[in-house]
Each structure stands twice: as C-alpha cells, then as structure tokens.
C-alpha cells in the first residue's frame, strides 16, 4: 500500500511539473525567464502599436553578456555608455507575442520587443530591429523599480 501511495504522489507530482512546464504563462515558466537577472530589478513601459492598441512590457534586468548568452543573440550591446538591458518578461514566459488577450482561456496580451534597452535616466527605451537599435517613439509610462530581498 505505501509504494502504491509513492506511486500516486510521484505521478501527481510529474503531471504537475510537465503542465508547468509546457504551458504558457506558468510560475515555473516567469522563474525559467528570470534565471540570470539582476534580482530585483524591473521596468515596465507602455507603448502604442501600429494597429492602435497600448500594452504594458514587463522586464526584468540582466548583464549584457548573460543576456546575450541566454538568447543566444548575435548583436551587440548599444553603443552608449550607462545603458540597461532587459528581457521582456511576459514574452519570455508565453512563448511569443499574444495579439490580443483571451478572456476564455485567461492569457493576456503580450507584445512589445524580445529585448529592450534604456537610458541611464529611465526616459527613453529601444529595441532591436534589422540590424540597429531604434528608440521607441511612442513608450510612455516608463517605471523602474528595485525589490530589495
């Protein structure tokens, strides 16, 4: 009878960690996407599209060299002193961009870019398209904030 329990209990434990795994969205997917970030530090901006709509991008920080070896990216950094570099968080954990969000299987929309960058002052953000970096002419809303744990 007990290693029918064990039995049970790892079974339940596997099809937890495989549903964990594979859907979008997951705790275990956002703790995937934070692995070798700055603790703490995250920014978040708003910005319109070309299709009239406004999402929110989350990001949390990390080291150019550890980002570039988690995407495995093949640019390079900004050519600019005092520049931060983040990962789109919600992007990462949902696999993509989410168009629009869908109240029938509760995933929100998700757009914006892989990877971001933004000045030392917090005022102005880009992203990485075909070859350069772009400042985007349309974030507003831009918030840094520090967790301290």
Known sequence: LFWKILVVILLVGVVIFL?????????LRYWYSNCGCIPGHRLSFVFKTFDRQ????????F???????KLSLTFEAMDRQ???YYLNI??????????VASWLDNIPQVRG??????NS????????????WHPYISARDIRYTTEHR
């Open 113 to 118: 870019p892989e990877i971001f960058a933004v």
């Open 82 to 84: 005092g520049m931060h």
């Open 121 to 132: 002052e917090y005022t102005q953000v880009y992203y990485h398209d075909d070859g350069e």
């Open 90 to 99: 919600d992007r990462c954990a949902y696999g993509g961009v989410v168009q």
């Open 54 to 61: 406004t999402p929110k991008v989350n990001g949390v920080e």
């Open 19 to 27: 549903y964990q795994h594979f859907s979008r969205g997951t705790t």
């Open 63 to 69: 080291d150019w060299e550890k980002l570039k070896n």
